[in-house]
Structures are given as C-alpha cells and as structure tokens.
C-alpha cells in the first residue's frame, strides 16, 4: 500500500501519498505533513525536501505545492509596449489623409505635395536599413527614446512648418524618429513573449495597428475640420500623444535594458558571421519578401477600389473596408493559436489562398453584394499573414539579430504598399482596373512559391523543434 500523509494543517483524514502529490492545489499554498515508512524516497516538491531523522522516519517537514503556470503574453512590459507603439500609430495615421491638404495650404504645389507623402514613406525605408543593426549593438532602449524625441520634435516643427521646404524637413525627421521607434518597440515586444506562444502574442500585438489606422485618420480629420480647432491643434494633439508615448517607454526602462543587455553583451564578444543583405538580416529576407508581394497586392484594394467601384457603379463602397476591418481585427485573435499548435506554414499558406482569391472575385464578379463578401476572405487572410510572417521572421534569425530581423520585416510593408501603389496605378492606365486587380490577386497567390522554395523546408525544422519544446514544457 502507498504510503500515508498526514494533513496536519488542514484537517484531513490520512490519504496515499500518490493522491496528495497529484492533486490540483494553488500556487503558494504551504502544508505541514509528517511521513515514514514507504514515503521514503519520495521526490521533493517545490523545491523543498524531506529531513531523516534517526529514527528512519521522516521529520515533520514544510512543504510550497507549485502549480506550473501557463506562460503569459500580458505582461506588463507587453502591455506598456502595445500602448507605446499604438500611440505613436495612432501620430502618425493622423497625418496620412491631413498632412497632404497642410501642404495646399501652405503653397505646395501638386508635386511637392507628393514629394510630402513620399519622402517620409522613404525616410522610414531607409532608417529601418541600420536601425535593427543600431538595436542590436546598442540595445532596444535607446532607439526608442530617440525615435519618441525625433517624433516629439518633428511634431513641434509642423506648427511652425509655414513653407513646403520645413514641412519636408520636419516630414523627414518625422520618418526617421517612426521607423527607429517602431523597428525597436516591435523588437522590445517579440524579447518578451514566451516561445511558446509567440505568434499568439504577436497577433495581438499586431491589434495597435488595426486600431490605430481606424481611428487615427478620422480623429484628424475631425480636428482640421472644426472651426477654432484647426491643423494648430492637431499638431499639438500629436505633440502630446508623443510625449506619453515618450512616458510610457521610460517607464519599463530597466526591464528594456535588462531584456535587451544580454543581447548587446552578445553581439560584441562574437564575431558577426551571420550574411546580411542591405544592412538586414539575410534569414529574414525570404519571409518579408512573401509580405512585400502580398502587401503590393493589397494595394490595389488600398488605393483603387474607390475607383472600380465607381466604375462599376457599386454603392457605399466604405463597408468593404468597414467589414475588412472587422476581419483583421478578429483574425489576429484566432491566428496566433492556430499557428503556435499546427506550425507556421500551415497557418501562412490558408491566408494567402484566401487573400489571392478575394482579389479575383472582386476582379471577375463587379457586383455590389459579391464584393462586400469578400471582404471578409480579404480581411481574414491580409490581416492574419502580418503575424505569422513577423513571427517566421524572428524564428528563423538569432536572438542577437532579432532587431535586424525585424527591421526587414517592418521594411517589406514599406517596400509593398509604396511600389504597389505606383505600379498598379500605371498598370491600371494601361488595362483597366478589372485586369489590374485581376493580376494584383495572380501574384498574391505567386508569394507560395517563396515559401515552398526558400522556408518550408527549415521551416518544418523550426515548427518540429517549437513542438518538442512545448512538449517537454507541458
């Protein structure tokens, strides 16, 4: 017979010792017992072990029951960070429908009011190309303070921007503090998940962008519309969304610096010997190319269904994006669980089948309810690829050039969405809006044989390695 265990502290009648050990008690929770006999042996838990005493049996010993806890996502650093990089979103989506109007205002002519929007869309390019690097060598803390005072002073420029040339110094001081903040606050996020359910995590991550760019534009607008508000108080709005973004980051400075030291330590005693490709992380090139095809396809959707569905006559062509917001928004809860249990590529390939294939619909079958359909294919599949390509990005590189990773990850967004809106434009001058969103769908559907040819195959190593590490975790 198993052993006994007397459960001083409770009141409890003697049990088996087997029945104690595995029950389902809280964490923390101290017991006093005294065992002999068969309890000989027994492993020890929590850390405590049982005294012999000379007799041979057992002295009277305290005992903590751990009860394992699932790894957590919300920790208070990750929650800090969403904030932190929701807000600086939320600055820089106020100025994406605005900033272009300022421009008119203050005398810019057509190409110069181009060359506002362009010009930051380049600066975030180009800042992303050494700010992963910069993080790296010199840790995730001070990039994201210099990128919030850039961002702060850039903002504190435009209300004395009155000619297009400061407006297009503060435009581009403004890109350069966006992309260091966002490459290092993204990176500072990803150190802080659990392995485990990184893809989870980073799905929800992800939320600050989806609501961000819903609300940011309209707030603006609303702003610059009002009489007695006007473009002087957005600007200071955007002065004080980046001063708490500023806050909030010096607020979990230790931990940033704890988090991001080792990683520093790291890269200066080893020789760098990982390939690089314009300053990026090599590994992650393959994977943010598969963003970049789908996100210059998305483009055409962005940029130019206003436009076909005039052509086509379809009505309150507004709800395609409504609803496709909803999408995103419930897909990035659902992605993440998906993909941490059944790997990467199985989560990936559904999303791009599902984006390829809204994109056609919508070319072949012009009809109003048709494509408000495919709204929901369309947000689902864009909206949930985001976090499973960031997460292979960060998989697939070292925990020393995870920031680089990032970076290109952050990049190919750029890359996607900027081509592809000027591509697709001309491509559309050419042979109509139907057959350009036709191909913009072709070559969605292309990005699989990124995949098949450059990730699966180390791919399914990283996915069978997670899966025997959660197994041993559990």
């Not at 988090?259 to 010997?273: E, G, I, L, P, Y």
């Amino acid at each position: 017979m198993a052993g006994l265990l007397s459960l001083r502290k409770t009141g409890e009648s003697s049990v088996p010792l087997r029945e104690y050990l595995e029950r389902d008690l809280p964490e923390g929770e101290v017991r006093t017992f005294a065992g002999k006999g068969q309890n000989a042996g027994v492993p020890p838990l929590g850390g405590s072990g049982f005294r012999q005493g000379q007799n041979g049996n057992f002295a009277e010993e305290r005992v903590v029951i751990m009860k394992q806890k699932k790894d957590r996502i919300f920790t208070k650093i990750f929650i800090v960070m969403m904030l932190s990089s929701a807000l600086i979103s939320l600055c820089n989506y106020f100025f994406y429908s605005t900033m272009p109007i300022y421009a008119v205002q203050i005398g810019g002519s057509p190409v110069l009011v181009g060359f506002v929007t362009g010009v930051y869309t380049l600066s975030c390019f180009v800042t992303r190309t050494f700010a992963g690097s910069f993080c790296d060598k010199y840790g995730r803390f001070v990039l994201m303070v210099v990128g919030a005072v850039l961002c702060i002073v850039a903002c504190m420029g435009y209300i004395f921007a009155f000619h297009i040339v400061v407006l297009l110094i503060m435009r581009i001081i403004h890109g350069i503090g966006f992309g260091t903040h966002t490459t290092a606050g993204g990176t500072v996020a990803v150190d802080v998940l659990p392995e485990s359910r990184r893809m989870q995590g980073i799905g929800y991550f992800s939320l600050y962008s989806t609501i961000s760019s819903a609300i940011g534009p309209g707030i603006a607008l609303a702003i610059v519309d009002q009489e007695g508000l006007g473009f002087k108080a957005l600007f200071l709005l955007a002065v004080a969304v980046m001063v708490v973004t500023l806050i909030l980051d010096l607020s979990v400075r230790k931990t940033i610096k704890a988090s991001s030291d080792a990683v520093v330590k790291q890269n200066a005693q080893k020789k760098n010997t990982n390939k690089s490709f314009l300053g990026f992380e090599a590994q992650a090139v393959a994977p943010s190319a598969i963003m970049a095809v789908l996100c210059f396809s998305q483009s055409s959707i962005i940029s130019f269904l206003a436009v076909y569905a005039l052509e086509n006559n379809l009505k309150n062509i507004g709800a395609f994006f409504t609803i496709s917001s909803v999408a995103i928004f419930f897909s990035r809860f659902c992605v993440g669980k998906i993909g941490d249990k059944w790997g990467m590529g199985y989560a990936l390939i559904p999303c791009i089948i599902l984006s390829s294939a809204s994109l056609i619909v919508i070319a072949l079958f012009p009809i109003g309810w048709v494509v408000m359909c495919c709204a929901i294919p369309y947000g689902l599949g864009f909206g949930a690829a985001g976090p499973i390509i960031n997460t292979m990005v960060v998989t697939l590189c070292d925990d020393a050039h995870r920031s680089s990773a990032t970076s290109m990850y952050y990049a190919s967004l750029d890359i996607g969405l900027g081509v592809g809106s000027t591509v697709l434009g001309m491509l559309a001058a050419m042979v109509g809006y139907k057959l350009m969103i036709l191909l913009s769908g072709v070559i969605a559907a292309s990005s699989v044989l990124i995949y098949v040819l450059f990730i699966a195959r180390g791919q399914k190593k990283v996915d069978k390695k997670d899966t025997v590490m959660d197994t041993n975790a559990s």
